[in-house]
């Protein structure tokens, strides 16, 4: 029976058949010689490591990955020793300008005589199945946390009350001349704060259940623009909207999206606080895939960015993180329950931050009619 090897050397593919099917695939393929020159390259190695063909073809492997110690140690040690080695873990490449996570595996290219020629090496980018696990890290640390928030909630409330209730009743036997009425004031003011910190830490804990309808995204997000311009009327904040018109109604719960965009929205003026630009965009992923199994599906984008100050990269990891604020005046809990929402409408919320430079939040979330 004939084999693909043999039937091309019949000729009976035209010489480029291989090199076509390897630009089909999506995982990036760069072939090294023996002598660490790069022969091959398919376009998905091209986006996945920012170098183009040109660039790649005929270069030294070990001069043009120069910064990616670890995929250079990879395919040497593949091409002396002609064993298969993968590493899923701690490969990334930063020629693209950030960070990129890979899945690497090289492969030892050999000849039907056992002759060792070179090294394969199969790039796949792992980046949303890192962002998928951060976001199921988040999830359960929110979880857990919630729980110990909600028995915490619980025991505080009603102590509070009685609080309450008996700086209000002080304050009625006060004469209205007393200083001491600055003093119930303060106490019914700072239990009325603990009270709507409380508030929030249920809703965090167990959150009512959706109110599935088709929401008009661009609706939501117009009326928190228009009311949050006339907020900050007087100052120099301009408001820039870029909306994909052919986005349609998705199934949602309005109220908690609402809320979401109005926090997001809200943070981002906070930021800017006299001046700056805000901007507020969508759009549709057609290819998004949320879970490395999964299929891939169409999602709608909402992009939230601001041009302020960004948020320090130390405090880029406690942002998600109940009680934990860079406001003087803030709970911590706001944008924990964005993430809340996110999750319960299964989708997904990231951030990118440049210090000096702003801040951008992107939610994610399914385009389900």
């Given amino acids: 029976m ?85 590493d899923h873990e701690n490969v990334v490449v930063r020629s693209t300008g950030k960070v ?28 949303y199945i890192r962002e998928l696990e951060a976001a199921v890290r988040q999830a359960d640390r929110l979880s857990t946390m919630g729980a110990l928030a909600a028995g915490l909630a619980h025991e505080v409330k009603n102590p509070l009350g009685g609080i ?19 003093y119930t004031r303060v106490m019914i003011r700072e239990t009325e704060r603990i009270d709507h ?8 804990a167990s959150p009512r259940g959706l109110k599935l309808g088709p929401v008009n995204l661009h609706k939501v997000l117009g009326d928190i623009l228009l009311l949050q311009k006339q907020a900050v009327a007087g100052r120099d904040i301009t408001f820039n909207k870029h909306f994909d018109p052919s986005i349609p109604p ?74 934990f604020s860079t406001k003087s005046s803030g709970t911590g809990l706001g944008l924990a329950i964005c993430h809340k929402i996110v999750a319960e409408h299964r989708g997904m919320i990231k951030v990118e931050s440049d210090a000096g430079h702003g801040t951008k939040f992107t939610v994610l979330l399914p385009l389900v009619q």
């Fill in 197 to 204: 910190i409380i508030r929030e830490l249920l809703e965090l």
């Fill in 250 to 323: 998705i199934m949602a719960d309005e109220e908690m999206l609402t809320r979401l965009f109005l926090n997001l929205i809200c943070n981002a003026i906070d930021a800017l606080q006299d001046t700056g630009q805000l901007t507020v965009a969508s759009r549709v992923l057609s290819d998004y895939r949320m879970a490395q199994n999964d299929r891939r599906s169409r999602m709608v984008a909402v992009e939230i960015a601001d041009d302020g100050p960004g948020i320090p990269a130390e405090d880029l990891e406690n942002i998600w993180t109940p009680f």
């Fill in 2 to 86: 004939p084999t693909p090897d043999n039937i091309a050397e019949q000729g009976s593919y035209p010489g480029d058949y291989y090199a076509t099917v390897l630009d089909s695939v999506g995982d990036g393929v760069i072939v090294v010689d023996r002598n660490g020159v790069i022969t091959l390259c398919n376009p998905a190695a091209e986006e996945i490591t920012g170098f183009s063909r040109r660039q790649a073809m005929g270069a030294s492997f070990d001069k043009l990955f120069v910064l990616e110690k670890a995929l250079v140690e990879m395919v040497q040690k593949a091409t002396q020793t002609g064993i298969t080695i993968s």
């Fill in 100 to 127: 990129k996570p890979v899945a690497a595996t090289c492969y030892p290219l050999m000849l039907g005589t056992g002759e060792n020629i070179g090294t394969i090496l199969s790039l796949k980018d792992i980046t």
């Fill in 164 to 182: 309450k209730g008996a700086a209000q009743l002080l304050e009625r036997e006060l004469d209205a001349e007393s200083e001491l009425l600055d």
